[in-house]
Structure formats: structure tokens, C-alpha cells
Nanobody
Framework: QVQIVESGGDLVHPGGSLRLSCVFS????????VAWYRQVPGKVRELVAG???????KYEDFVKGRFTISRDNDKDTVYLQMNNLQPEDTGTYYC????????WGQGTLITVSS
């Protein structure tokens, strides 16, 4: 049974940074693409950044130059380094495979506010 546990969310000021972590279990992590998604207030869940098993990366335009996705296959973990956070980045962040499974973890909440 696959489980996903996200962590690292917090309250930060505009311009601040956070590093999110996501641990997968119950699956062969290094064989598939993974991604970070987010759900901001009033919107449907959307892709933020993805990384294939070959370390090919895709960023959505709204995070280019600010966020960095990485993975550690030895730890079955995906990371999202988030810099220069803005109020519009406020929301719940999830990781999953790409394309995503039906199962989702609980997500981690980021609030960007002064």
C-alpha cells in the first residue's frame, strides 16, 4: 500500500523560503516520475513542478526561477526548495507521482503573509 507523507509547510513572510519534503513508501520510488502539486484557495489542484526518473524537470511558469525540485532515491524522498515566496503561493502542497495516483497524502500547508 502506497503512502505519501509531506512536511515542511509553515507560515512565512513574503520573500521568505521553505523546503518541503515528501516521503513515499510502499512503492518502487526510483522507477517513476514524481511531482509537487498545490491547491491554493479558490482554485483546483495544479502542478507546480515535476521530475522524471531520469531527472528531467518541468516547472510551471509561476514558479520558474523561485522553486527547485529534487529527489533522493536512496531515501524515497522528493524535495521542493521554495524561495522568494509570495502571498499567492499560499495553499496546501502535495506530492504524488506524475501523472498522479488516485491516492493523495494529507499535504502540507504554506501560508505566506506579512
Amino acid at each position: 500500500q502506497v503512502q505519501i507523507v509531506e512536511s515542511g509547510g509553515d507560515l512565512v513572510h513574503p520573500g521568505g523560503s521553505l523546503r518541503l519534503s515528501c516521503v513515499f513508501s510502499g512503492t518502487i520510488f526510483d522507477t517513476y516520475s514524481v511531482a509537487w502539486y498545490r491547491q491554493v484557495p479558490g482554485k483546483v489542484r495544479e502542478l507546480v513542478a515535476g521530475m522524471t526518473s531520469r531527472y528531467e524537470i518541468k516547472y510551471e511558469d509561476f514558479v520558474k526561477g523561485r522553486f527547485t525540485i529534487s529527489r533522493d532515491n536512496d531515501k524515497d524522498t522528493v524535495y521542493l526548495q521554495m524561495n522568494n515566496l509570495q502571498p499567492e503561493d499560499t495553499g496546501t502542497y502535495y506530492c504524488n507521482k506524475r501523472p498522479p495516483m488516485r491516492y493523495w497524502g494529507q499535504g502540507t500547508l504554506i501560508t505566506v503573509s506579512s
